[in-house]
């Protein structure tokens, strides 16, 4: 009796779970990219004040607050949109201080140009006199910047360079040389913009007598043009009768760059001197700052990317000197180049080498010669968070615990005293104040979504800023499906990390259709246990399951795994993702003639590949803005991993899906956007017509006047609408 009761009683319990998970609705599209109702909060806006006891921070977009790190109180209001007194100003969405934190620069009428470059109106507020200057009213501006002390503004406008007296209002043109798709003066050109992420090229001095800049010379990198329509929302004022041209530099894989040269302006004589970075023109100019001794530090690295050189520079006669070289057989990574971090006055500096075969930081002199490394260990530093030169201690975040996870961590410039500072396990983050006296941490994992909590410099947690909960609320009015890790050894003996989301109501009688999601490019990573709702919820709900895998070339698992795709990116991905395909075929609740693969950018180029060269694995994909062939894509990214294709053919033409349509089989759906000014349309407009001539039907939708992301207004959720009826049809 006792047993049939409990039996009975179980059986109740799992009939009303049942009964309330059938009462929940799926999460939808709409959800997704009309109400976007299930995306974590998360607290932005933040700058750290120089006394490290305080932190300023939006107040909606009307006021910006001060408010004390130790008891969360608003302690000030530093200014509000009502104080400044121009009615053009509604509101304050971005802004900086000055060195002594006496005036903050601002602006507003944002106009997007490419990824990271915009113009904008700039506006420099006085917080003791309580003025609002006007950086100039001959235009909009771009990278408009408060010198050291405050009292004038640096800024590109027209590719020209501009210096702003605030006081006197005086403006001084630097440069006069700048043209549209000829010269640029003070800002980046489009590839280094995209592929060296940064937009800014110049910058003061300590003491502000001083404006180093670079010139980009374009005249020789090849036009690229596209057609821009009507459209809802065009680049520029098209006639909706005769559609416009708009034209660009951009130079394709093994073509030529701009020619870069650095300058100082030196504000006193008005004189501007050239640095000398050396006689080969053919080189990068990745990065242009100052130490803190005053002098100009230059980055120079070759075409080929596996040579990196650090300069000094006189900025009153333009010699300079080299003091620090990194190499590597294959290429050095960009991502890096931010965390070159100088101590003691410039006598030391602190930066990242792969030179054992792992990520680590390490501590040089300041002739660049080695005094220790820092970190060790077979796990790659991620993140450098920054030095506290007070207590003499850096923080940074790794993957040490798992390449999925991230923590956040403690050490001494010795290597001594090493802590881990974050304790649950998942991806943690930290922006830390300014005396490192505290920091903000932004955590998340696949169940929890991102908490953001204020921590003291040693870990411990002082309150909660952002938890959450009313996502968490709203998740349990939904079906939801949390990912579910898993790793596999593929045929090769490679074990690959990857994550699944089964349907809310999983039967593991059941044979489900399974889509792959991936991206899969070098240094990427996309199986992180981190907190995210996408389209993965979506599909789900319809009844598939989704999984995703990195193969080789991603991030975190050291550089032999990383760089194993130097010289044919997409061979071993394409193998890596195959491989995941026959395991998921091989599991007994996937159906394994109803597989499909999806990806975006060098996922779409990656989901090509398997409709061709894997063909017999996969039933439908979709390549959303794909590359088709590296030949056409920019040469900074492309030669990094490739070299050029006069040095590497076979490397770009093997690998290449547009060589391989004639394997193709199943079903596609190809998508781009008509203005793409990265992964150009071209892209897929020649993949389409190697498949025409191939005889292999397929679909293909475009979006016009959409850039490589395919947003604005309703495009979202119209492209989301159609891949979900395209895999509804086909799988």
Not at 109 to 127: E, H, K, Q
Request: proline share 3%; net charge neutral; with cysteine.
């Amino acid at each position: 009796m006792k047993k049939f009761t409990i039996v009975f009683l179980a059986a109740l319990i799992s009939l009303n779970l049942w009964a309330q998970d059938t009462q929940k609705r799926n999460i939808t599209i709409g959800d997704l990219y009309k109400t976007y109702s299930f995306y974590p909060k998360s607290v932005h806006g933040i700058n750290s004040m120089n006394d490290g006891l305080h932190y300023s921070a939006l107040s909606g977009d009307t006021a910006i607050i001060k408010y004390s790190y130790k008891s969360g109180d608003a302690v000030s209001v530093i200014v509000t949109s009502s104080e400044l007194g121009n009615n053009a100003i509604k509101s304050i969405r971005n802004y900086a201080f000055n060195n002594d934190e006496s005036k903050l620069i601002f602006y507003v009428n944002r106009n997007d140009i490419y990824r990271r470059s915009f113009t904008a109106d700039y506006f420099v507020w006085d917080l003791k006199s309580k003025k609002l200057y006007t950086v100039s009213n001959q235009g909009s501006q771009r990278l408009a910047t408060l010198s050291p002390d405050g009292t004038k503004v640096a800024f590109v406008r027209d590719n020209n360079l501009f210096i702003n007296e605030l006081s006197s209002g005086v403006e001084t043109q630097i440069t006069n040389d700048g043209e549209f798709n000829r010269i640029i003066n003070g800002a980046p050109d489009w590839v280094y913009e995209e592929e060296f992420e940064y937009n800014q090229a110049f910058d003061w001095s300590p003491d502000g007598t001083y404006l180093a800049y670079c010139k980009f010379d374009e005249s020789k990198v090849p036009v690229f043009n596209m057609t821009v329509y009507a459209g809802l929302a065009p680049r520029i004022t098209a006639n909706e009768l005769y559609p416009q041209n708009y034209a660009f530099k951009y130079p394709k894989a093994g073509d030529n760059n701009s020619v870069v040269s650095v300058h100082s302006y030196q504000l006193a004589s008005k004189k501007t001197v050239k640095v000398d970075v050396g006689s080969e023109p053919d080189q990068y100019i990745p990065r242009l700052k100052w130490s803190p001794n005053g002098k100009m530090v230059i980055y120079r690295l070759n075409r080929l990317q596996n040579k990196l050189e650090f300069l000094y520079a006189d900025a009153a006669t333009g010699a300079s000197e080299v003091f620090y070289t990194e190499e590597n057989q294959r290429y050095i990574d960009e991502t890096y180049f931010d965390n070159l971090t100088f101590l003691n006055q410039g006598k030391q500096f602190i930066y990242t080498s792969e030179r054992d075969g792992y990520v680590h930081l390490y501590l040089h002199d300041a002739q660049g010669k080695l005094i220790n490394q820092i970190t060790r260990g077979s796990f790659d530093v991620t993140e450098y968070l920054g030095f506290d030169a007070k207590r003499k201690l850096i923080y940074y975040q790794s993957a040490e615990r798992s390449p999925l996870q991230r923590d956040i961590y403690v050490i001494k410039t010795d290597g001594s005293g090493k802590k881990q500072l974050s304790s649950k396990a998942g991806t943690h983050n930290a922006v830390f104040s300014k005396e490192f006296n505290y920091y903000i941490n932004y955590f998340s994992n696949v169940n929890t979504p991102t908490l953001v909590t204020l921590n003291q410099a040693n870990g411990k947690q002082r309150r909660v800023l952002e938890a959450n909960d009313a996502l968490k609320a709203k998740l349990e009015q939904v079906k939801f499906s949390p990912k579910e890790f898993f790793s596999f050894t593929s045929d090769e003996g490679i074990t690959l990390n990857g994550w699944m989301v089964k349907p809310a109501n999983f039967d593991p009688d059941k044979k489900y259709p399974v889509l792959m999601t991936q991206y899969s490019g070098p240094n990427s990573q996309q199986v992180l246990d981190n907190f995210s709702i996408g389209w993965e919820q979506v599909l789900a709900g319809e009844g598939f399951v989704v999984a995703c895998v990195d193969g080789r070339g991603t991030g975190a698992r050291g550089e032999e795994f990383r760089k194993v795709t130097y010289l044919q990116l997409g061979k071993y991905e394409t193998i890596d993702q195959i491989a995941t395909a026959k395991y998921l075929g091989s599991l007994p609740f996937v159906a394994a003639d109803r597989i499909g693969i999806w990806g975006w950018s060098y996922g779409g180029f990656m989901a090509l590949n398997c409709l061709t060269q894997g063909a017999d694995y996969f039933k439908a994909g979709i390549a959303v803005a794909p590359v088709t062939n590296w030949r056409y894509y920019d040469n900074i990214y492309t030669e990094r991993f490739m070299r050029t294709p006069q040095e590497n053919p076979e490397g770009y033409d093997n690998n290449s899906p547009i060589h391989h349509v004639d394997q193709f089989k199943g079903k596609l759906l190809l998508v781009h956007g008509t203005a793409d000014d990265n992964v150009h349309l071209q892209n897929s407009l020649e993949f389409s017509e190697a498949m025409v001539q191939a005889n292999k039907q397929f679909e293909m939708f475009y979006y016009t006047n959409r850039n490589h992301g395919i947003y604005g207004g309703n495009t979202r959720y119209h492209l989301y609408n159609k891949m979900l009826q395209f895999l509804k049809d086909n799988l």
